[in-house]
Nanobody, 123 residues
Framework: VQLQASGGGVVQAGGSLRLSCLFS????????MAWFRQAPGKEREFVSA????????HYADSVKGRFAISRDNAKNTVYLQMNSLKPEDTAVYYC?????????????????WGKGTLVTVSS
């Protein structure tokens, strides 16, 4: 499995960005997908996850109401729409995939990781 994240960049506080993660190598619709992030000097943290069908999602409290995860199984892509961005959202964002049917949103359940895309939010 290969995961290719894109869409990062520099945005002012209050702005929006949409991240994309292209999945290849296996049947995308069989995998739960997730986004994590790592800010400078901090541990990697969970952001959001979506199950294989898109019928269930999870969000970190820090992004609820501002971020939205979605997937397009026809395009083998998962998205993270980020609105009302704050300087504390600045981080490298990673997409991850796993084929678990339970606790599929937990970091230690992830089977595959992509290289990150940098999001910088200026104040």
């Amino acid at each position: 499995v290969q995961l290719q994240a894109s869409g990062g960049g520099v945005v002012q506080a209050g702005g929006s960005l949409r991240l994309s993660c292209l999945f290849s190598g296996r049947t995308f619709s069989g995998y739960a997908m997730a986004w994590f992030r790592q800010a400078p000097g901090k541990e990697r943290e969970f952001v959001s996850a979506i199950n294989f069908s898109g019928s269930s999602t999870h969000y970190a409290d820090s992004v609820k109401g501002r971020f939205a995860i979605s997937r397009d199984n026809a395009k083998n892509t998962v998205y993270l729409q980020m609105n009302s961005l704050k300087p504390e959202d600045t981080a490298v964002y990673y997409c991850a995939a796993n084929i678990r049917t339970s606790n599929w949103y937990l970091e230690d359940r992830m089977d595959y990781w992509g290289k990150g895309t940098l999001v910088t939010v200026s104040s």
